[in-house]
């Protein structure tokens, strides 16, 4: 089943998203794929310049819930807490991810529509 099918039949994890733009939102996911590419996929844009292979650490956020565990690359980052980066982060089953503002932050760009 594609991720578009998923979603249209309601059987993806369900994953709060709040930013601070927009507040929380509820969206589905596909389970497995990464914070990132829903976040893509949903219109919230977050700044990735290392093409998502966790070096960067600019697409850092707060998540919590039925996710991966952290990979290398974000335990070499030193990354505490809730904090992940979207680009590794998989998601698994219901979760809440927390977006940075980029304006206290500086590490993430969102996309305003």
């Not at 979603?7 to 998203?17: D, M, S």
């Not at 976040?39 to 600019?58: F, K, M, N, V």
């Amino acid at each position: 089943m594609g991720s578009l099918e998923a979603r249209e039949e309601g059987r993806g994890p369900l994953v709060r998203v709040t930013t601070p733009t927009e507040g929380d939102r509820s969206v589905r996911s596909v389970r497995g794929e990464t914070v990132l590419d829903l976040c893509t996929r949903e219109g919230i844009l977050l700044d990735a310049p290392c093409g998502g292979r966790g070096s960067c650490g600019r697409c850092r956020v707060e998540a919590s819930g039925s996710l991966s565990d952290p990979d290398e690359a974000e335990r070499g980052l030193g990354l505490e807490g809730e904090a992940r980066l979207a680009c590794r982060c998989r998601i698994l089953g219901e979760a809440r991810v927390v977006l940075p503002d980029p304006s206290l932050e500086g590490t993430s760009k969102l996309g305003e529509d």
